[in-house]
């Protein structure tokens, strides 16, 4: 998820280039010049790739306390029966996405996809359920397109609000709970993928314990007005440092969690991208609603007879990062490419330099090691499991 950087650690900023006076702000742009940011154009929006520390230290940081990062960007979506049916919504949103939404609990969140009818991914979202609502959070850089796209799909259904007065932050790390718990006790209750609407500094919050970022940790959406007083508060402690955008990417890399527009894209359905696990049994062949999305029928096939390519975790041997766009190939010699790096750069955790990327079957299964050409070298990189670093999340 998280479109459209590939920051300091995967390569160049890739930035959208659009004139400053037309970059929108968050609700926190203020307090990010206060402590120092260093600010970059990102999908329309002037935002944080790191603060006065560096990437190294607030990736580290991020590992050993809390971080916390503003993700206003990204688009906030509700979506509301127009007849109080929610099993009406529900259905609404599995006939764009391959999950299992009707069985997803009231008070719980699903990692979910926006496939087209070729099975490529539109977009990886959050879809929560509240009683009377679900509520979707959607790439910075796809959030136009995904509203255009759920208008047209679901309108008939549902009424689709996108939400522009609200911020929407993340605290990531061992310490996120015991610095929010502060605020908002009852989160110490919370596990992993829980949603809830509760109280912080007395203003009503969406409160999720998810992130991306391979750790423990919530994401809060709040009133706008109110982003810089909770997110001061929450810097009030001393576990909790402010992060940037390029730790942000290292950390999800490390963790083996996809970028959209990097990793994913619309000519890359979810076997491919080794996102299988998201596609639960009902909405799988033989299940109880098998199909009825874009894109069902490879989707369903790639299941059952496999893939012509798929994401693989990668390690170069060496300290040198392999970037993305890096071709990789079976051996030294051999002139075809086998596969392309998607993610790279060096991963501070594990202090070693990591990848993924997307490799042929036949190159997949061929053995451990394969190569990548760099600045015309061939160097090797041996074939690893995801993610790179152990996950902390709070089940």
């Known amino acids: 998820m998280r479109a459209g950087i590939r ?12 004139a400053s006076d037309r970059l929108k702000h968050t609700p ?14 990102f999908a329309g929006y002037e935002m944080p790739v790191q603060y006065p520390n560096g990437i190294l230290k607030e990736h ?58 070729h099975g490529g991914i539109r977009d990886d979202l959050m879809i929560a359920r509240l009683e009377d609502r679900f509520l979707i959070v959607a790439n910075a850089a796809c ?18 609000e996108r939400i522009e007065d609200r911020a929407l932050v ?11 718990a502060e605020l908002a006790p009852d989160v110490r209750s919370m596990r992993f993928m829980d949603f809830r609407t509760t109280d912080v500094m007395n203003v009503a919050c969406f409160v999720s314990r998810s992130g991306y970022t391979g750790e423990d940790g919530f ?33 999800r890399l490390e963790a083996g969690l996809c970028l959209y527009g990097s990793d994913l894209d619309t000519t890359t359905t979810p076997v491919e991208a080794a996102l299988e696990w998201s596609i639960q049994k009902a909405r799988r062949t033989g299940g109880s609603r098998e199909g009825n999305f874009p894109g069902a029928q490879t989707i369903l096939h790639h299941l059952v007879s496999g ?31 086998i596969g392309v790096v998607t993610s790279g750069g060096f991963g501070p955790s594990v ?5 993924m990327g997307y490799v042929t079957s036949a190159g997949d299964v061929a053995g451990g090691t394969i190569y990548a050409d760099l600045r015309g070298t061939r160097v090797p990189l041996r074939l690893s499991a995801l993610p790179f670093i152990s996950t902390t999340y709070k089940r």
């Open 143 to 160: 959030k136009d397109a995904d509203e255009v796209y759920l208008r047209e799909a679901m309108s008939h259904a549902c009424t689709i």
């Open 307 to 337: 893939v012509p390519r798929r994401r693989v975790g990668l390690r170069p041997e060496g300290r040198a990062p392999i970037r993305h766009g890096a071709k990789l190939f079976s051996d030294q010699d051999v002139a075809d490419a």
């Open 351 to 355: 202090n070693a330099p990591v990848a």
């Open 219 to 251: 994401e809060i959406s709040l009133p706008a007005s109110h982003a810089e007083a909770v997110a001061r508060e929450l810097l009030k402690n001393t576990n909790v440092a402010m992060i940037g955008l390029g730790a942000r990417d290292s950390l």
């Open 7 to 18: 920051s300091c650690c995967t390569g160049a900023i890739m930035s959208d280039v659009v």
């Open 170 to 180: 993340a605290l990531q790390g061992p310490g996120a709970e015991a610095a929010l």
């Open 60 to 117: 580290l940081h991020v590992r050993a306390a809390a971080g916390l990062f503003d993700v206003s960007h990204m688009g906030q979506f509700e979506i509301r029966s127009r007849n109080g049916d929610s099993e009406g919504v529900a259905r609404a949103l599995e006939s764009v996405v391959p999950m299992d939404i009707v069985g997803l609990a009231s008070g719980r969140q699903r990692y979910a996809l926006l496939t087209n009818e």
């Open 28 to 41: 926190l742009y203020q307090m990010h010049l206060d402590l120092g940011a260093r600010m970059v154009p």
